[in-house]
């Protein structure tokens, strides 16, 4: 067909479009507003064509952001900031829009979607991904739990530190550090990332230059309003390898919250430190923030050994140390956080079935092997810093646009596709037996759709489910 006798979805009459109305025979159109990984992914998806001006620079920007490693194997490879919006949006002219969340936010309002457009982030993820709202929502989800199905259910939320919003709950966390003498707090601002302006403390004076600065009544009325903080009990004891602190990225895709659909992803990695822990030096970030962002700066930082460990890498060692029940324990806490983090906003945000998300979750593991949230973002980040990290971002959101499939080539019935399992659809979703794979000793796990940290397989899924989707479809 050529260019120009193609007929945009919308323009088509029903029954030319296919039946989950997404565009039928042509090329998709898209928007991206960010200059990493997602561009390739995107420029390299056949079939799929970028919206001219929707980019004000296709190069590389040299010399910000990760550096590549040896490898050079990232073409895009440069920051997570907004390159721009540019051009019409929202207009009917592309299909697809990778957009940034400024962008979102001042048009979304204003801007009327054709059934087929899809667009990343809902209009008020923050909810979940603020620090300090993703307190509020969960607690208020616990109380409500606790209220209709009694307070043991409740327990199940337990998985977040202690957190008070400053200054508008001060007074209460000042009871409760009296009430905990000599344990390690963290202040954290509540819109802000990448281990920006967090520090920890042990004694409230040390946050006397914090409060002079932020905390005081706003009795001039041109001074700025103080920026939100939360104040978290440290995790003082962090499961540790090698005597060093890790965190661990999930990634989490949303395709809907009414009902909710939330895809999870096999691969993932661990962030370690670079300085061993210990709780004597609580003003060194290196130890105790585990951000890539932080860590690349450390005085001993190699980038070519990088400060990451594969999910898989990490099961396997964990298994290995302390079995698979313990494990699998471990990984079904982490099951519980991502859906019960979704649950407590799923009434909250504004579903729009031309919205997704894919969230990237924090979680920190104790020497107990408890799973702590951390945060949720809604940018996480898409910048690789090496060969391995580009493979997996590459292949994580090549699969995330399997899921969303604007080509129109699955059923809509698949559990897995690619490294997304289906976690949750309107309920928890059960394993096939003979999905049964998570297997780093051979045996399986788990009954829940739930494989992370196992063996990602996906080129070989794809193309099976693409040939048992055709064969569907053809009968
Ligand atoms: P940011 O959005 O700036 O990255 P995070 O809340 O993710 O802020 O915190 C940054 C890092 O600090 C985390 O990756 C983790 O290593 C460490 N950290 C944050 N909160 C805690 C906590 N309550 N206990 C232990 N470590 C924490």
New binding site residues.
Partial sequence: MSKNTRVPGYMQSKAARNTRGIIGDREIRFKCSLQNTILDVLRGRPGWQEVPGSQTSTQPQDGKGTKTGSTGATPSNTQNTPATSGGKTGDGDWDFYWCDREWLHQNYDTMFLHEHQKILHFRNHYELTR?NLMVKNLKRLKKQTEREQGKSEGLSFDFH?T?YELPSEYHIFVEEFKRNPGITW?M??AA???????FLFRRLKDITDWKKGEYQPLTDTTREVPETYVV?????N?YLIGGR???IRIYVLVVSYNPLKVWLYRDGFA?F?NTRFSLDSIEDAYV????V??QKNAPDYDPEKGCKWSTMRLRQYLTAKHGSEAVKKVFKGIDNIITKGLQSVQKIIINDKHCFEMYGY?I?LDSDLKP?L??I?ASPSLTASGKEDYELKFGLLNDLLNVLDLENRLTGKEKRIGGWDLLWDDGPVLADDGNMECTTNGTSVTTANSFLGCHNDRKRQLREIYTSAQAIKKT
């Fill in positions: 620090k530190p957190t963290i954290k601002p802000k990332s990448q281990g920006k302006g967090i978290q009990r440290y995790i003082e962090p602190k890790f965190d962030r430190s105790h923030l585990t951000n962002s932080v924090d920190l702590w951390i945060e973002n």
